[in-house]
T-cell receptor
Framework: EAGVTQFPSHSVIEKGQTVTLRCDPISGHDNLYWYRRVMGKEIKFLLHFVKESKQDESGMPNNRFLAERTGGTYSTLKVQPAELEDSGVYFC??????????FGSGTRLTVV | QKEVEQNSGPLSVPEGAIASLNCTYSDRGSQSFFWYRQYSGKSPELIMFIYSNGDKEDGRFTAQLNKASQYVSLLIRDSQPSDSATYLCAVSLSGTYKYIFGTGTRLKVLA
């Protein structure tokens, strides 16, 4: 089975620009998650979709971040406008049940 | 106090030895516990999960959970250089699918 796919793998943007990250989960996985790791820190939860609905968005840092999941399939995470502190690795994961996510390889975002 | 704490390492062990990785957590409502392995620049990969007190074995890996003491550990027997990676401990609270991660322990297995 195909794994969790994330695009792009790297993105370098200027402060104030917009960036959209995409995640394609494993087919059939209703649960999709976004996490972020900033340098030197732990991986932190951003939000959780069940199908197309946001189940938990308690980790979203502010309203510059917008996540969507079209038709319960792929998901996008938009950062607008990007700030320097948004730099980090953004991971997407999916799961069928609660036990054990499968992570994507991440998008490394650098805001300069 | 961090919610999930791990020693950052590096933990260096000789090839063939047992590597012991530890993790403590602060929330007694934590229900499920996960160990992920992450090679540099790669995605975290699930090794094991455990939710009952005691030991759970899978091949060379054993996860140990002690809820009273709020710690979870991972033992790697017969360590191989290919086991060299960062090991992430994650916990989830009862009723949630959200994981709280530690910062990870870097393991180096010396040939």
């Amino acid at each position: 089975e195909a794994g969790v796919t994330q695009f792009p793998s790297h993105s370098v943007i200027e402060k104030g620009q917009t960036v959209t990250l995409r995640c394609d989960p494993i087919s059939g996985h209703d649960n999709l998650y976004w996490y972020r790791r900033v340098m030197g820190k732990e991986i932190k939860f951003l939000l959780h979709f069940v199908k197309e609905s946001k189940q938990d968005e308690s980790g979203m840092p502010n309203n510059r971040f917008l996540a969507e999941r079209t038709g319960g399939t792929y998901s996008t995470l938009k950062v607008q406008p990007a700030e320097l502190e948004d730099s980090g690795v953004y991971f997407c994961a999916s799961s069928q049940f609660q036990y054990g996510y499968t992570f994507g390889s991440g998008t490394r975002l650098t805001v300069v | 106090q961090k919610e999930v704490e791990q020693n950052s390492g590096p933990l260096s062990v000789p090839e063939g030895a047992i590597a012991s990785l530890n993790c403590t957590y602060s929330d007694r409502g934590s229900q499920s516990f996960f160990w992920y392995r992450q090679y540099s620049g790669k995605s975290p990969e699930l090794i094991m999960f455990i939710y009952s007190n005691g030991d759970k074995e899978d091949g060379r890996f054993t996860a140990q959970l002690n809820k009273a003491s709020q710690y979870v550990s991972l033992l790697i027997r017969d360590s191989q250089p290919s086991d060299s990676a960062t090991y992430l401990c994650a916990v989830s609270l009862s009723g949630t699918y959200k994981y709280i991660f530690g910062t990870g322990t870097r393991l180096k297995v010396l040939a």
